[in-house]
């Protein structure tokens, strides 16, 4: 079965153990802003069963920033969202990694209730990982040596970042 994966920040998914003043099983106010909806719909991604896709769903991702730095994700099995009634939607992405653009997917039609079921599969389901910022700026150096990005059409904090690496001379044979 496919995943699912959402952008987050970690720091805003830690429970009880980092801050005791959080009850025990409760979500904390903070996690809900890596939910933050437009038109009652939120970006994910679909990750194959064996994350074949991983590297470049976190690649594609980091074309669409200012900066490089660490990409915080929470990956969870698809079907849960049938469990919670949420619709999946294909959308194709919109990232200058145009090979994964076809694994973006769309949650439509959400309501409050829906999103808070969402955030409590985040909480109880997900496994939540990071990809340090010397990782992702190594994915888009990679992507971008391969040809599979185009360092024209990054944005100039992405670019300059990948142009310190010391790129091979891109005209050449």
Do not use: C
């Not at 009880?16 to 437009?38: F, I, R």
């Not at 991702?61 to 698809?78: E, G, K, L």
């Not at 391969?146 to 891109?170: A, E, H, N, Q």
């Amino acid at each position: 079965m496919p995943l699912l994966l959402r952008f987050i920040r970690k720091s805003r998914w830690y429970g009880h153990e980092v801050h005791p003043w959080l009850p025990a099983g409760s979500l904390q106010a903070d996690a809900l802003l890596d939910l933050k909806t437009t038109a009652n719909g939120l970006s994910m991604w679909q990750i194959k069963d064996d994350k074949s896709n991983l590297k470049q769903v976190i690649t594609a991702h980091a074309t669409t920033r200012d900066h490089v730095s660490n990409s915080d994700y929470a990956i969870f099995d698809q079907q849960l969202m049938s469990e919670i009634d949420v619709k999946i939607k294909y959308t194709m992405g919109n990232t200058s990694y145009e090979n994964a653009n076809p694994w973006h997917r769309d949650l439509p039609e959400l309501s409050a209730e829906k999103l808070m079921g969402l955030a409590r599969v985040i909480m109880e389901s997900a496994d939540k990982q990071r990809f340090s910022e010397k990782r992702v700026l190594g994915l888009l150096k990679e992507a971008v040596v391969s040809g599979d990005i185009d360092l024209t059409k990054l944005k100039d904090g992405v670019k300059t970042r990948i142009s310190g690496l010391g790129l091979p001379d891109m005209a050449s044979p």
